[in-house]
């Protein structure tokens, strides 16, 4: 129709007039748009919730490692994470495996010992004595001398790599999926991680175990004393060459414990053990009384040395008497010289180390000297009493009979002798004479007292 832009006062027909809006059919968009709005949200709820889930928290004593599509996140030390709180990719996206880091422990009880029934159970070896080796049923471990052994090992362990313990061993809580091998495809092997890893270890210490053994005599296993330290490194050198690197465990202590010989020959084991031990105890007992009487005769120079050898001391005086029983004087001479200084001394040199005689010999030697010096006192006092005498004898010799005489009578008739004295009439006398009870009473409480004295004199 052609465009017209003259004036008229009719009317012009321009189309259909807009039909009215349905109320319901608003009402229905509406709806439809707040509905499409809620589940926008939803969406983007369930999205953050989703990422939320790849928020993890390590706990102390384990560590984690992070995996984005089956493989390892991070390099070097950023490869482990350590206690807190850390993220990664959600699930199916991303994996976080956490592995203990405490020291566990994994027990050899059954591998190595004879097997204990039912009726056995609570009793002891010896109660068991006597029970012969079945070679089907009971474990055990063959030493060199060619002796066979029972024992029960604990062996602790550590995971120190999480990283490579990942990525040959796996998540220990997990099953991977089953599948067969060996001769026999229908054989299914569906065993856990924590399962093969315990066969692993137990493998690497079983032959680490027997190794070390074999090269260990029964006496010395039985001790307890079982080179427990070889057995750490060979079971360690093999768990290092598995895989590339090892699986990423440290092997801590291993502990051996109820050493026994086999059930059959425990009771003759027993006697041989009884009598060691006796023997053990005789020569300690000989040594300790060694020691006391050595020491208690000569002191620190007598006691024996490092390894039970003489002390300077007994060991001067043997080669002393070896030397004089050989009949070699001029060595003989020697000794005996230094056997004089030691005692005046009262010390032994040897070697530059200087050793005290003390003991029984040292107050022996200083009563001597002490007795010595009295004697020699004494003798020097009467000595110089009897020049005095002399010289006045040589000046008056009458005078001095008188005067000895008359000192002589003094001391004779001193009160403390308890000496009474008469004038006798001339002519035949006879005298009754009875105790005075008073010098006897004065004689005993005399004698009491000294008694008294030296008692508390002693020491």
């Known amino acids: 129709?052609?465009?017209?832009?003259?004036?008229?006062?009719?009317?012009?027909?321009?189309?259909?007039?807009?039909?009215?809006?349905?109320?319901?059919?608003?009402?229905?968009?509406?709806?439809?748009?707040?509905?499409?709005?809620?589940?926008?949200?939803?969406?983007?709820?369930?999205?953050?919730?989703?990422?939320?889930?790849?928020?993890?928290?390590?706990?102390?004593?384990?560590?984690?490692?992070?995996?984005?599509?089956?493989?390892?996140?991070?390099?070097?030390?950023?490869?482990?994470?350590?206690?807190?709180?850390?993220?990664?990719?959600?699930?199916?996206?991303?994996?976080?495996?956490?592995?203990?880091?405490?020291?566990?422990?994994?027990?050899?009880?059954?591998?190595?010992?004879?097997?204990i029934g039912e009726r056995d159970r609570g009793r002891s070896y010896d109660q068991m004595s006597g029970r012969a080796l079945n070679p089907e049923r009971d474990g055990a471990l063959i030493t060199a001398d060619a002796g066979l052994v029972h024992g029960v090992f604990n062996v602790s362990y550590t995971i120190t790599d999480p990283a490579r313990f990942i990525e040959t061993i796996g998540d220990l809580n997990e099953r991977p999926a089953a599948f067969s091998h060996g001769d026999d495809p229908t054989a299914i092997d569906d065993t856990t991680n924590r399962q093969r890893f315990d066969a692993i270890m137990r493998t690497a210490l079983e032959h680490a175990i027997v190794h070390v053994t074999a090269n260990t005599d029964s006496d010395d296993f039985i001790a307890g004393r079982a080179n427990q330290t070889s057995?750490?490194?060979?079971?360690?050198?093999?768990?290092?060459?598995?895989?590339?690197?090892?699986?990423?465990?440290?092997?801590?202590?291993?502990?051996?414990?109820?050493?026994?010989?086999?059930?059959?020959?425990?009771?003759?084991?027993?006697?041989?053990?009884?009598?060691?031990?006796?023997?053990?105890?005789t020569i300690n007992t000989a040594q300790t009384t060694r020691r006391q009487t050595l020491g208690g005769a000569g002191g620190a120079a007598a006691l024996p040395v490092d390894g039970g050898e003489d002390g300077p001391l007994v060991r001067l005086i043997k080669d002393y008497e070896l030397a004089a029983e050989a009949g070699d004087t001029a060595l003989a001479d020697q000794l005996k010289a230094r056997l004089d200084e030691a005692y005046r001394s009262l010390r032994v040199t040897v070697d530059g180390a200087a050793y005290d005689i003390g003991g029984e010999a040292a107050r022996v030697i200083n009563q001597s000297r002490t007795e010595r010096t009295a004697l020699v006192q004494d003798i020097s006092a009467s000595t110089n009493t009897f020049r005095k005498q002399l010289e006045a004898y040589r000046k008056d010799p009458e005078f001095f009979r008188r005067r000895q005489w008359s000192d002589m009578l003094a001391r004779v008739f001193a009160a403390e002798h308890d000496l009474e004295t008469f004038v006798a009439p001339k002519g035949q006398l006879y005298l009754e004479v009875n105790r005075d009870p008073e010098v006897t009473r004065e004689r005993e409480r005399k004698r009491i007292e000294a008694d008294r004295e030296a008692r508390q004199n002693q020491p």
């Open 1 to 115: 129709m052609a465009e017209h832009d003259h004036e008229h006062d009719h009317p012009h027909d321009h189309g259909p007039p807009a039909a009215p809006v349905d109320p319901a059919q608003k009402a229905l968009a509406d709806a439809l748009r707040v509905c499409f709005g809620i589940l926008k949200l939803a969406m983007i709820a369930l999205v953050v919730a989703y990422l939320f889930t790849g928020l993890y928290q390590v706990q102390p004593q384990e560590q984690a490692v992070q995996l984005v599509f089956g493989k390892i996140t991070g390099t070097g030390e950023d490869r482990i994470k350590r206690q807190g709180w850390h993220f990664n990719w959600p699930f199916p996206v991303g994996q976080v495996v956490k592995v203990p880091t405490a020291t566990q422990t994994l027990t050899l009880t059954d591998t190595f010992m004879f097997e």
């Open 231 to 281: 057995i750490k490194a060979h079971a360690q050198k093999s768990l290092d060459a598995l895989g590339d690197g090892g699986l990423g465990v440290t092997i801590g202590e291993v502990t051996l414990n109820q050493p026994t010989v086999p059930l059959s020959v425990r009771a003759n084991y027993n006697r041989v053990a009884q009598a060691e031990n006796i023997r053990s105890e």
